[in-house]
């Protein structure tokens, strides 16, 4: 198909906005899914997101539709998630697009998310559809949200169009204004290949399945490619496109777009973001990739059985492919073994990648509690990144240590202002500014330690505002902070597990916590075992786990007092030597229990 009759296009809104449900209705309209095989939330085909409800993963689909008198367009949609931890999957739809649909609920109005992705869209160039969805419901106010929505895009609210994605109304129309307002892809189709690697997954009998959208050229069927970042050489085994379902096809044109199987089973050999090309005729320059994400927290994930390791990291190799904002390094710990040090976007992003080791693969796994990256500035001016509280270095060589700050947007109806203040607060937050954004929402802009947000921010700001708060967050670097490593001593012995980076404030109260929950966990031994916790040589909290007694004078009956005397000093002087000697074993289920106990007490 010729390349003026081509669409590429995003729908990009807040957390249940009904994006996958605007995306069925045009699957109906355009007749791609016959309606015997239509299911609600069509395009989330992940078990984990028809339980959650959620879009995890972007999905991108090929329609066909005629607008009359002008004949047959070509639809590439790609439908996105909404929840500020897969961000990175909407920035690379937005690479692989020329318009995006910004829906926005006419119950809920302009949320936090909207705003974030709005910019996204702005900055990336994009033709911007805003739409009102929603408007059957009771109560929605379509001309209160087109009022705050064209306020944020600085355009005519006569220009945001109002729809129901559930009902269908207003969605045919929809279909018609992406056609004429939406460009078609500029690009060459003489020049050599270029495409953008924006996704890819991993088929467990042909490999690496690369999703491309093709900028410049043509990709074909046994064309000899390579991709320029990192230097991997293939063939092309299929080429095809997304109906949903993968369809082969004999090749992409420019503005395409849709997936190549080359046989590469590496799956470090293709990374998203990179550029394809032609072996003989070769693009001069890649194309710029979308903006690599960083990630903000990081957990230890390690194998309940220590068998199961090389599986484990075979595992993370396959979904790493399926998820960009993944990443792992080898690690090991005294009290866990050999395990991996993964980083991610954020806590929903963590209990997904736990969640989909744990179904897809078959693995028993245990996570520690999360924590963030830290700058640490050494006396000597030598700047080192801590991924890992354990492997903070010794306090009397550290200046300074920095942590990851974020610009957090909450968006929050008048009568809740004051609980969202007191919040921040509570979370070591810096109020900045205030705006009315329309008589029932109001925006607060603040400034946030990343460590405070991660484990249940969230939670609590739905909580004190009744759910209608919403959230938004970028992160703009490392300030210093009054931070110290607590370690927590199990009969002497540091335990690396369960060491963690907190507030020099909060140390004793923290302490007090893990220190009191290990001592309910940990089985008593023939001797006193102390569990401290300490921050350097000064121990802020202690517990003792007394020790199990054995009853030596059960065999002493009547007689002389000096002889129980004598078998009670003996078995003072045993307790005493096997106090040096003994080691305290920690059973799993308390490594387990502590480390939940750990997120759960940070959360509170």
Same mark, same amino acid.
Request: charged letters at 30%.
């Given at each position: 198909?010729?390349?003026?009759?081509?669409?590429?296009?995003?729908?990009?809104?807040?957390?249940?906005?009904?994006?996958?449900?605007?995306?069925?209705?045009?699957?109906?309209?355009?007749?791609?899914?016959?309606?015997?095989?239509?299911?609600?939330?069509?395009?989330?085909?992940?078990?984990?997101?028809?339980?959650?409800?959620?879009?995890?993963?972007?999905?991108?689909?090929?329609?066909?539709?005629?607008?009359?008198?002008?004949?047959?367009?070509?639809?590439?949609?790609?439908?996105?998630?909404?929840?500020?931890?897969?961000?990175?999957?909407?920035?690379?739809?937005?690479?692989?697009?020329?318009?995006?649909?910004?829906?926005?609920?006419?119950?809920?109005?302009?949320?936090?998310?909207?705003?974030?992705?709005?910019?996204?869209?702005?900055?990336?160039?994009?033709?911007?559809?805003?739409?009102?969805?929603?408007?059957?419901?009771?109560?929605?106010?379509?001309?209160?949200?087109?009022?705050?929505?064209?306020?944020?895009?600085?355009?005519?609210?006569?220009?945001?169009?109002? !729809?129901?994605?559930?009902?269908?109304? =207003?969605?045919?129309?929809?279909?018609? +204004? $992406?056609?004429? @307002?939406?460009? /078609?892809? &500029?690009?060459?189709?003489?020049?050599?290949?270029?495409?953008?690697?924006?996704?890819?997954?991993?088929?467990?009998?042909?490999?690496?399945?690369?999703?491309?959208?093709?900028?410049?050229?043509?990709?074909?069927?046994?064309?000899?490619?390579?991709?320029?970042?990192?230097?991997?050489?293939?063939?092309?085994?299929?080429?095809?496109?997304?109906?949903?379902?993968?369809?082969?096809?004999?090749?992409?044109?420019?503005?395409?777009?849709?997936?190549? !199987?080359?046989?590469?089973?590496?799956? =470090?050999?293709?990374?998203?973001?990179? +550029? $394809?090309?032609? @072996?003989?005729? /070769?693009? &001069?320059?890649?194309?710029?990739?979308?903006?690599?994400?960083?990630?903000?927290?990081?957990?230890?994930?390690?194998?309940?059985?220590?068998?199961?390791?090389?599986?484990?990291?075979?595992?993370?190799?396959?979904?790493?492919?399926?998820?960009?904002?993944?990443?792992?390094?080898?690690?090991?710990?005294?009290?866990?073994?050999?395990?991996?040090?993964?980083?991610?976007?954020?806590?929903?992003?963590?209990?997904?990648?736990?969640?989909?080791?744990?179904?897809?693969?078959?693995?028993?796994?245990?996570?520690?509690?999360?924590?963030?990256?830290?700058?640490?500035?050494?006396?000597?001016?030598?700047?080192?990144?801590?991924?890992?509280?354990?492997?903070?270095?010794?306090?009397?060589?550290?200046?300074?240590?920095?942590?990851?700050?974020?610009?957090?947007?909450?968006?929050?109806?008048?009568?809740?202002?004051?609980?969202?203040?007191?919040?921040?607060?509570?979370?070591?937050?810096?109020?900045?500014?205030?705006?009315?954004?329309?008589?029932?929402?109001?925006?607060?802009?603040?400034?946030?330690?990343?460590?405070?947000?991660?484990?249940?921010?969230?939670?609590?700001?739905?909580?004190?505002?009744?759910?209608?708060?919403?959230?938004?967050?970028?992160?703009?670097?490392?300030?210093?902070?009054?931070?110290?490593?607590?370690?927590?001593?199990?009969?002497?012995?540091?335990?690396?597990?369960?060491?963690?980076?907190?507030?020099?404030?909060?140390?004793?109260?923290?302490?007090?916590?893990?220190?009191?929950?290990?001592?309910?966990?940990?089985?008593?031994?023939?001797?006193?075992?102390?569990?401290?916790?300490?921050?350097?040589?000064?121990?802020?909290?202690?517990?003792?786990?007394?020790?199990?007694?054995?009853?030596?004078?059960?065999?002493?009956?009547?007689?002389?007092?000096?002889?129980?005397?004598?078998?009670?000093?003996?078995?003072?002087?045993?307790?005493?030597?096997?106090?040096?000697?003994?080691?305290?074993?920690?059973?799993?289920?308390?490594?387990?229990?502590?480390?939940?106990?750990?997120?759960?007490?940070?959360?509170?």
């Amino acid at each position: 198909m010729e390349r003026e009759r081509i669409r590429n296009f995003c729908i990009i809104a807040h957390i249940d906005h009904g994006k996958s449900t605007l995306a069925d209705r045009f699957l109906e309209i355009t007749e791609t899914v016959p309606r015997q095989k239509m299911a609600d939330q069509y395009l989330d085909r992940m078990e984990l997101e028809r339980e959650r409800g959620i879009t995890i993963k972007a999905q991108a689909v090929r329609m066909r539709y005629t607008l009359d008198p002008d004949g047959e367009y070509r639809l590439n949609l790609i439908d996105t998630p909404g929840h500020v931890d897969f961000s990175y999957e909407v920035s690379r739809s937005l690479a692989a697009c020329e318009g995006a649909i910004l829906l926005v609920d006419a119950a809920q109005g302009v949320e936090a998310q909207t705003v974030g992705n709005a910019y996204l869209a702005v900055e990336a160039g994009l033709t911007i559809i805003p739409v009102v969805n929603k408007i059957d419901l009771p109560v929605a106010d379509p001309e209160g949200t087109a009022m705050e929505v064209a306020d944020l895009l600085g355009i005519d609210p006569g220009e945001v169009m109002r !729809i129901s994605a559930k009902t269908g109304e =207003g969605v045919e129309e929809l279909l018609r +204004t $992406v056609i004429r @307002r939406v460009p /078609p892809p &500029a690009g060459d189709a003489g020049r050599p290949l270029r495409a953008l690697v924006f996704d890819s997954a991993y088929d467990t009998y042909r490999g690496v399945v690369a999703f491309l959208r093709v900028v410049e050229g043509r990709v074909t069927r046994g064309a000899k490619v390579s991709f320029m970042a990192t230097g991997t050489k293939a063939e092309v085994d299929e080429v095809g496109y997304f109906s949903p379902e993968m369809t082969s096809c004999p090749e992409l044109g420019t503005g395409d777009v849709g997936y190549i !199987i080359t046989g590469v089973k590496d799956v =470090g050999l293709i990374k998203v973001g990179d +550029t $394809v090309t032609e @072996r003989e005729r /070769p693009a &001069a320059e890649p194309l710029p990739g979308y903006r690599e994400p960083k990630p903000m927290v990081f957990a230890g994930i390690y194998p309940v059985d220590s068998d199961d390791f090389q599986e484990l990291e075979d595992a993370l190799g396959k979904l790493k492919l399926n998820d960009a904002a993944l990443t792992y390094t080898r690690e090991s710990s005294r009290a866990l073994g050999f395990g991996f040090r993964c980083g991610f976007l954020g806590l929903l992003h963590m209990e997904i990648v736990q969640e989909r080791l744990e179904r897809e693969y078959g693995l028993d796994l245990v996570v520690t509690a999360p924590n963030v990256v830290y700058e640490v500035v050494k006396r000597n001016g030598e700047v080192v990144y801590v991924h890992n509280p354990s492997d903070l270095p010794d306090l009397s060589a550290v200046r300074e240590i920095r942590e990851p700050y974020v610009q957090a947007t909450i968006l929050s109806p008048p009568d809740y202002v004051g609980a969202v203040l007191e919040l921040v607060k509570e979370r070591r937050g810096v109020y900045q500014d205030m705006s009315y954004l329309s008589s029932r929402r109001v925006e607060l802009r603040c400034r946030l330690p990343l460590a405070e947000m991660v484990v249940d921010f969230y939670d609590q700001l739905k909580s004190r505002s009744r759910g209608y708060a919403s959230l938004d967050y970028e992160h703009i670097g490392f300030l210093p902070g009054d931070l110290v490593k607590l370690d927590v001593l199990i009969n002497g012995e540091p335990v690396d597990a369960l060491s963690s980076i907190v507030e020099r404030s909060r140390a004793h109260e923290y302490g007090k916590r893990i220190t009191r929950r290990l001592r309910e966990l940990i089985p008593r031994q023939l001797f006193d075992v102390p569990i401290q916790a300490a921050v350097g040589s000064r121990v802020v909290a202690r517990e003792t786990i007394k020790a199990r007694r054995k009853d030596v004078l059960a065999k002493c009956y009547g007689g002389d007092v000096t002889r129980k005397k004598k078998l009670l000093e003996r078995q003072k002087e045993g307790k005493k030597r096997m106090k040096m000697v003994g080691k305290v074993e920690i059973p799993q289920e308390a490594f387990i229990s502590a480390l939940r106990m750990s997120r759960e007490e940070r959360a509170r």
